[in-house]
Every structure is written in structure tokens, then in C-alpha cells.
């Protein structure tokens, strides 16, 4: 793979699947927020548009007063009051256009990504999963058939993996155990990436890392920076308890850091650390987690350095987040607490795909007015118009998102959420073929899902230039965080990386039920 060139200081079951249905619907509020967007969205372009009308309107004067001038001296230059003129107009446009690109974005580029690979000693077959559940769970018997019942519907492989600590019967998760983990899968990932890119330690800028429930101290940004032996100067970032979306807020971080500190590289490192995280109490809400989560990192290098443009592969088009943690039922939705026996895991509450759906409504109809063509935006007022206003019999138009995104990167939080999105948003089977085939061969890998995505389209040899990239996810709070890329060039086939050994396997038809 090319290299750069370095510059130094540079889900679960069926009845958590009911009510999911995130389409731009909404009883009493779609209306207002398509409005809404729209006022944002010129808001957000005031000073481009006003730049262009006064543009325009001195440019139609000019022209006139010029052609009145030419037509009444006949190009005689010796009237310097006329030369002044020209001169004066070409100051304004100047001066405009100095203004537009000293307020303009500094664009974000994604110079490459890389995703950790189990070693095979970590796998966790079908047959591993039962023994171990059975065992652990000998005198709760109803909690066997519980966890049967689930995974057999999951969508996953035999080939997703666990820490080591939690191989034993029953687990042993330690502080150590953790720790040993968390080196495993960041600096495997951040190995792989500076191998990619060429990149040095002593070139990053920022560091930004986020894993949701396990946080030492020193915190994980420090471990990296150590191992890595980083700049005393580099700003570094540990974000805690987000969720499986903190990927997408991560990057969120990066591009406002990267717009405020010109020409900056900035790692960002997503994963969640499962060892400490394993339930082994009774409750079934809190079981579920045991199942779909699975080892998994990325680490992500974004620059803003114009020398590098040529050699990233995605530009930052959009981020829009969501966050309906004022909703009491909202926040309390994924929860980290103790069992009645003081057992400690992440407990599910049964509304929390109703929750999502909502979240889900919420951002998609802000991220609509931002990337859906002008036709899509118009049919689709027009439907919610004749719907709310004239009582029209018709049903409700859900805009069509493969006329703005050739690639979907969902959240593999579980089956029915993939399910879920495909329905509502009218998405093929290769639309949401990455994020089925994430979860078969990696399992709910929090955060980092998303990555394994890109990775998977990437391996597939489908990412072109000019494609434009979806990755949506879900996390605590309870948020949805959607963020846009567009591919600047062509994609060669990765010849390393999580997917590569095992990519002419995919895809593979996932069965209904497992039997176990």
C-alpha cells in the first residue's frame, strides 16, 4: 500500500424490534423540523449567498454602466473617472471573494483507517458460546434457554472472538486482564495504521480515544501516548461512557480541533474493552450485552494538511448528531449499574428500539435537507403538506437515501437493528450487506463497528471516487450520530487489514435461526 510522506510537527429478539420504524414520520412535529432545517440550512450559508448577490448585482451594473459608457465615448480611455470604475469593481470582487475563502471550512481529510484482527486463539464458536452458558448458568435454567433462544437469532458467526479473561468457566476479569486487552487491540490497530501510512508517532497532533466502560487511570490516551512515545505537546482526548456511537462524536472532535489548529494530524481510536464488562448475574436485560459484544478496534488518521489531499482517500462532508437525553426514558434506556445481587453489567430497557426509532426520525430529517437532492426534498413536503394540512389520503413518502449515498455503514449493534433500517429506509441487501456481514464475522463490536464497514466495502473493491459514504450509529443517552464522507480517488483493494485473508468467503447467507 502507497505510503505518505511524513512531516514532523505537522437487537436482541423480536419485542425489541417493535416500533422501530425510522422514517422521516413524525405526528406532530415533521413539519416544523423540515422548516427548521431548511432555516438552518440557509443560515449556514448566509454570508455565500449574500456574497453572490452582491457579486451578481455589481457585476449586471458594471456591464450596463460599461456598455453605456463604450456606446457614448467609443473606448476612449482618457476619462480616468472610468478607469477608477474598473478598477473599484475589481477591489469588490477581490475583496469578496478574500472574505468567502477566509470564512470557509477548512477541509478534513481521512488519510486511512485500520481495524484490529482477533488472533485465532480468541475465537468463541457456537458450540464454545453454549457450553460456557450452560455452565455458567447451570442453576438458572430459564436464563439457558433465555440466551439459546437469542443467540440462535443473533447473526452471528463462529468466528467472532473474546478476551482471553473470559475463556475461563466462570470469568475472570481483572484489572491486569483489562489492561492486556486494551494494549492488544489499540496498539495492534495504531501498528497496522502507521505501517499503512508511513506516518511517525512524532507526527500526530491530537489524540483522541474513546471506549465506553473501562477507564484507568492513567487514562487510555496516556497508554497510548507512552507506548507511542508522542510529542509532550500533542493535545490528547479520553472520552468515556457515549456509547456505541462515540466513533462518529470522536470524529465530530477531530474536525473542530483540526479547524482551529491548521495543518495538524489527529488519530482517533474507537473501541470498547469487554473484559471487565461481563455480566454473570441472572437478569435477562442484562444478558443480552454477553451475546453480541464482541472484541474489536479502529484507529482512524484524519489530517488537514493540503499536502497530503492526494494521498487520503475520504473527505468530511457532514456530521449531525442527535441527543435525547433530556427524555427521562431516553437517558435511562442503557444503563451500567448492579442487579439485585450486586451483580454489575449494562442493562437493556425494553423500549429501547422505540427510543432509537425516535433518535433515528430526528436525525435523518436534519441529515436529509443536507444531502438529499432537491426532487427528494420537494416530494416529500409535498406528501407531509397534503397529509397534515389537506387530509389527503395517501401514505407517508419516505425519501429515497440511495439517491444521495452509495454506501451504508449501520451500526451492527444486532440483527433486528439492521433489520430494522433496511425496512424503513427501503435499503437493498448489498446496501446493508457490510454491516450483516460485520456482525457474522465480528460480532457487536461497539463503536468501532463502522470502520469494520468501510473496511468490509473497501475489501470489496467498491469504494470509487466520488462515492459518498453513510455511517449512522446508536449509543447511550440516547443519541444517533450520522457522519458523511465522499471518496476523493479510487480505492485499491486492500492487501492487508481485518477483511483480507477472508474476504473471498463473503457474503454468506446468514440462517434465520442457529441451531444450537
Known sequence: MQKFPTQSHSSSSSKMSEGFEPHLESQTSSMSKVAKGAYKHIINHMLTLLLIYVTVTISIQAVQQGQDYLSKHLLSLHDLSFIWYIISFLLVIITIFTVHFMNKSQPVYLLDFACFKPPAMYRVPHATAYEHGRIILASHQKGVEFLVKVFERAGLGAETSLPHPLHYIPPNPTLIGSREETELVIFSSMDSLFEQTGISPQDIDIVIVNCGLFNPTPSISSMVINKYKMRSDVKSYNLSGMGCSASLISIDLAKNLLRVHPESNAI?????????????????????PNILFRMGCAAILLTNKRSLRKHAKYSLSHVVRTHKGADDRSYG???????????????LDKDLMVIAANSLKSNISRLGVLVLPVSEQAIFLFNLVGRKLFKMNMKPYIPDYTKAFEHFCVHAGGRAVIDKVQSSL?????????????????????SSSVWYEMGYIEAKGRMKKGNRVWQIGFGSGFKCNSVVWKCIRDIEVPKTGAWADSIHKFPVIVPDVVML
Open 268 to 288: 482517533v481510536i474507537s473501541t470498547e474493552i469487554i473484559t471487565p464488562n461481563s455480566y454473570t448475574g441472572k437478569v435477562r436485560s442484562m444478558l443480552v
Open 333 to 347: 434506556c442503557i444503563t451500567h449499574k448492579e442487579d439485585k445481587d450486586g451483580k454489575l453489567g449494562v442493562a
Open 426 to 446: 427501503k435499503l437493498t441487501d448489498e446496501h446493508v450487506e457490510a454491516s450483516r456481514m460485520t456482525l457474522y464475522r465480528f460480532g457487536n463490536t461497539s
